[in-house]
């Protein structure tokens, strides 16, 4: 059973998030070990394997980026861990700010810094923008799937450049 199906919600790269609080909310009363404590040991260990995976499952739903790697597993659109690549015209996008990135290495240059940040800064509202309009999307082809792997791909290298500023 996914996660999806877990909380009984669409597999999708979106959530109603106030919807996915009320039925962990329900599962977390409904698994709740305290109320099996009278229970024989094999009811024991099976509610309290579902109610870590309760906890998982709305760990991993309620985060944006979480999810999205979660759904395109399940899709099986993201190879191993290494396997994938960030689309080259993204790294020629992001040129300017590696550049910087290494300047600040030999002198750390408030001013720079800002410029480097304020940068990738209009890249992901950008690359959010851009996206937004596939993760709305209710149903997933092919394309669109191929379009969410690479809005994962470049969100999460530009979150590390984020990190390194």
Known sequence: MNYYEFF??????????????KRF?????EYHPDFYTLADAD????????????NLA????????????YFLDLK?????EGQNQVPQDFLLEIM????????LEF????????????????????LNDQARPLLE????????????KDYYLKHRYLLRIKQKI
Request: charged share 35%; hydrophobic share 35%; aromatic share 2%.
């Open 25 to 29: 909310y329900q599962k977390s009363k």
């Open 96 to 103: 300017d700010i590696n550049e910087k990135l290494m300047e």
């Open 107 to 126: 002198d750390d240059d408030p001013a720079l810094r800002k410029e480097a940040s304020d940068l990738a800064q209009a890249l992901e509202q950008q």
């Open 58 to 69: 709305y760990k991993t739903l309620n985060n944006d980026d979480q999810r999205l790697k």
């Open 76 to 80: 099986g659109v993201l190879g191993e």
């Open 8 to 21: 009984d919600l669409p597999v999708a790269p979106t959530v109603d998030k106030a919807l996915l609080k």
């Open 43 to 54: 009811k024991q260990a099976e509610v309290l394997e579902l109610s870590s995976l309760n």
């Open 137 to 148: 999307r209710a149903e997933q082809d092919e394309s669109s799937l191929a379009g969410l």
